[in-house]
């Protein structure tokens, strides 16, 4: 009895995935604990391993496709008893189709030939568009917007598609003014990379590419392409939006006077040099934050609307951009750890998440994130609370500024630090204080090695 692999679910928010990569075909005999597909869920690209033993019968669903659904089967294996007995040949899944047909998940049949000839063709030798059971013309979603919005009727169409199935270019080479006059719908699929270069026709008496409604439409007369969004992006655009919808943040900020925690870390980097440990002011700063909430526990919580959770230990989720989009792996118990043990463990979670190869227990969960963007310049900012976490530190660039120093004005190393918090769980009174902690650890620092 052949065995159905299905798409996994690689992380506790995973609702659907991307197949990036297929790293079997059809006919290759797999072992427990080989590496079957790269998937791409909403925070990595991680590894399917098999766990059962056999030869892959059939790939279903084509490496590329996107929206598959957790528990969809993307192929089959026939175990050993199977494979001493094969059935019969299986059809070979078909790629990712151009333009919003590359989400469709199963191959389509070829039609059987009419007695006494090949089938119905046009003149141009292409088989009509197919039909369902309800006679209704075979399109891609995107191909029938447009046709939608063109007035253009598919049934008179001919589909270029997998078996015959009408897809964008077919109706845009229908009316070949359609791409300069109509705005196209946002692209779905390998459309998401076409590179667009139409032109708007501006309006009779109107101030640029804009409709009467004074609507500008998707595209403008300058050169531009769609991309795909990611699942990482994708996620990361639902959750900072519900946080700034439904969270009311409150931001304080301080300037911190960063001349001792500098020494200090040059004589932490002499020390470990033979180690090949180098600290870095962000990992000395995520100690700091992780001991200000052991002092000030009010802000290490989370809020929900039946109870508040506090937090015995601070976990905090550092802010590492990757190619594909921000992500948040934890130090798990920084205020307890020695600041070298959290450069060493930043550097192989930063190294994991660019590479996409976090495991969800490394980015799920935290208490508190800090995100640091004083290495680009940014002078101040004011982050967007992850979450169910109910703070963020936000730190901007250390640079020379006028400051005062014993009673006397000076030039010292100063950089803003600024904390968001959610107003429903931390009272203003307690961010305060937070903040206060965080400012003193900073600048007397010897308090992060005690």
């Known amino acids: 009895m052949p065995i159905e692999l299905k798409m996994p679910a690689l992380s506790p928010t995973m609702e659907e995935g991307t197949l990036a990569k297929w790293l079997v075909k059809a006919g290759d005999t797999v072992k427990s604990g080989d590496i079957l597909a790269e998937i791409e869920t909403d925070k990595a690209t991680m590894e399917f391993e098999a766990v059962d033993e056999g030869t892959i019968s059939e790939i279903l669903v084509a490496e590329g496709s996107d929206g598959v659904k957790v528990g969809t089967v993307i192929a089959t294996m026939s175990g050993d008893d199977d494979s001493a007995h094969p059935g019969p040949a299986k059809a070979e899944a078909v790629p990712p189709a151009s333009g919003s047909d590359a989400k469709e998940e199963a191959p389509t049949k070829t039609s059987t030939p009419q007695a006494g000839g090949t089938g119905p063709k046009d003149q141009g030798g292409q088989s009509p568009a197919p039909k369902d059971a309800a006679d ?5 979603p995107l191909a029938k917007k447009i046709a939608e919005q063109a007035g253009v009727d598919l049934k008179t169409l001919t589909g270029t598609g997998p078996g015959g199935r009408i897809v964008k270019a077919d109706v845009e080479q229908s009316r070949p003014t359609l791409g300069a006059t109509q705005p196209v ?30 609507q500008s439409p998707f595209t403008t007369d300058i050169p531009h392409e ?10 990361i655009a639902r959750r900072l939006t519900e946080s700034k919808q439904q969270v009311p943040h409150i931001y304080l900020t301080v300037d ?6 500098l020494k200090l870390r040059g004589e932490i980097n002499t020390a470990l040099a033979d180690r090949g ?7 000395m700063l995520v100690k700091a934050l992780a001991l200000s909430l052991l002092e000030v ?19 905090i989720s550092v802010a590492v951009s990757t190619p594909s989009g921000l992500i948040t792996p934890i130090v798990v118990d920084a205020g307890h750890k020695a600041i070298s043990a959290i450069s060493t463990e930043m550097k192989v979670l930063a190294d994991k998440a660019k590479a996409g ?14 995100s640091n963007m004083g290495m680009m310049g940014i002078k101040q900012f004011d982050a967007v609370i992850n979450p169910p976490q109910g703070m963020i530190m936000a730190i901007g660039a250390g640079e020379q500024r006028p400051y005062v120093v014993d009673n006397a004005l000076a030039i010292a190393t100063v950089m803003s630090a600024t904390g968001s918090f959610d107003h429903r ?6 961010g305060a204080q937070l903040m206060g902690a965080f400012k003193r650890l900073v600048e007397a620092p010897l308090g992060l090695v005690a």
């Open 136 to 140: 209704r013309v075979k399109a891609s």
């Open 185 to 214: 719908p946002p692209a779905s699929g390998s459309d998401a990379k076409e590179v667009l270069n139409q032109t708007s026709t501006p309006q009779a008496g109107g101030a640029g590419p804009q409709g009467q409604g004074g």
């Open 226 to 235: 769609r991309q795909k969004l990611t699942n990482i992006r994708k996620t």
């Open 256 to 261: 911190i006077r960063l001349d001792a925690l």
């Open 277 to 283: 440990v180098k600290v870095s002011v962000n990992d």
């Open 297 to 315: 526990p009010a802000c290490n919580v989370t809020y929900t609307p039946a109870e508040m959770i506090q937090y015995h230990r601070a976990d």
């Open 357 to 370: 190869k976090l495991q969800p227990h490394e980015y799920v969960g935290g208490t508190a994130s800090i």
């Open 425 to 430: 769980a931390i009272d203003g009174a307690d």
